[in-house]
């Protein structure tokens, strides 16, 4: 292991920061408007996130499953037989019509049982928010049929492209709190996609990556990572 990515395994388990109990107050109902596309320019960032939906959807799978559900967007996109979530607040897709489509549900990976074998495991905008990113891709790992795949599409923060669509995003969200967006970003998002890719490099042994919209760090605002062939000697060692 290299110093570079063993000083980033032991960054984890990472810690949220203290939140102010003012963004508290508005983190719930903030989360709505952005995941419901309440507001024109949450309209517009729903419609450049479909691309991320659209990468992963790309690739078939007949038993699927998706960490960090949250409000069940992903499984419409998606042709399976049997399709599995992973999701600790069941309240985001509480009364969700796509309830139905699901076949098991658990709050965390750790539940699933490793007698399941997927052949696709997903997660759409979800990994920049794991407290304890290394343990869930290796865990993963372990949840894998024989060349089967993990995918995950990520906003691509880090990039000057992102944070100029963050400011964008900040302005509505100044406009109707008067606060500034960016403590409760830091709050969210603690991985950024390079870490994120590097992880999962560090677990797997053939890893894709393609951005949007241009093919370069700085120019991109999401990023897609398509990872085969999981290093099974490494997790274990990680979960050991």
């Known amino acids: 292991m290299s110093d570079n990515i063993a000083t980033l395994i032991s960054s984890y388990p990472r810690k949220r920061p203290f939140l102010p109990e003012i963004y508290q107050k508005i983190h719930a109902n903030e989360y709505s408007i952005n995941r419901e596309g309440k507001s024109f320019l949450t309209k517009l960032s729903q419609y450049a996130e479909s691309w991320m939906h659209y990468q992963v959807r790309a690739l078939k799978g007949e038993a699927i499953l998706e960490i960090g ?6 499984p419409q996109y998606e042709t399976y037989k049997h399709y599995d979530i992973i999701e600790p607040y069941k309240e985001a897709h509480a009364g969700s019509d796509n309830l139905k489509l699901i076949r098991n549900s658990y709050q965390y990976i750790q539940e699933v049982p490793l007698s399941n074998k997927y052949d696709k495991i997903l997660s759409v905008a979800v990994l920049e928010h794991l407290e304890d990113l290394p343990q869930v891709i290796a865990q993963a790992c372990f949840l894998l049929k024989e060349n089967s795949v993990f995918q995950a599409a990520v906003p691509n923060e880090g990039g000057l492209l992102w944070y100029l669509g963050m400011c964008l995003t900040g302005l509505g969200f100044r406009l109707r709190n008067k606060m500034s967006y960016f403590p409760l970003m830091r709050y969210e998002h603690l991985n950024k996609s390079k870490e994120i890719i590097n992880i999962i490099k560090h677990f797997f042994k ?35």
Do not use: T, W
């Open 206 to 240: 053939d890893v894709r990556v393609k951005r949007f919209p241009l093919p370069i760090h700085h120019l991109s605002m999401y990023v897609y990572i398509e990872a085969y062939h999981p290093r099974l000697d490494v997790c274990q060692r990680y979960l050991k």
């Open 69 to 74: 559900a949250g409000g069940l967007n992903h």
